[in-house]
């Protein structure tokens, strides 16, 4: 993420001035769970989700979380998570445009 689309996401969502982009993240909604691990394999895929955003995967690009949920296809989502200091926030945008563009809907 570039400086000016976090000072945007900043403004908009009325984020602390010092507040980082810590990445993209894969999230499950409904249990609330990041995606900490995973490997795809030949015979079998494995995924591993933690309930805490700090052991999350952070994927710097947005095409590598996309990449990974449409592999996963079982209501997982590609978020954006800041990093205020204390803690982090998740920010669910309404979409997110894959490496094709092409929408991929995350709600």
């Known amino acids: 993420m ?3 689309e976090r000072k945007r996401l ?4 009325g984020l602390p001035k010092g507040t980082k982009f810590a990445g993209y993240v894969v999230h499950l909604e409904e249990s609330d769970e990041f995606l900490a691990k995973y490997h795809v394999g030949d015979d079998m895929d494995g995924w591993w989700w933690s309930e805490f955003p700090d052991t ?6 947005l ?3 996309v990449k990974v949920i449409k592999r996963h296809n079982k209501g997982a989502i590609v978020a954006r998570l800041m990093d205020v200091g204390e803690r982090y926030i998740l920010l669910l945008p309404e979409h997110l445009a894959d490496i094709n563009n092409n929408v991929v809907p995350i709600r």
Do not use: G, L, Q, S
């Not at 900043?10 to 969502?13: A, G, P, R, T, Y």
């Not at 999350?56 to 690009?61: D, L, Q, R, T």
């Open 63 to 65: 095409k590598e979380a």
């Open 10 to 13: 900043i403004k908009e969502f």
């Open 2 to 4: 570039d400086f000016t």
């Open 56 to 61: 999350a995967i952070k994927f710097k690009k």
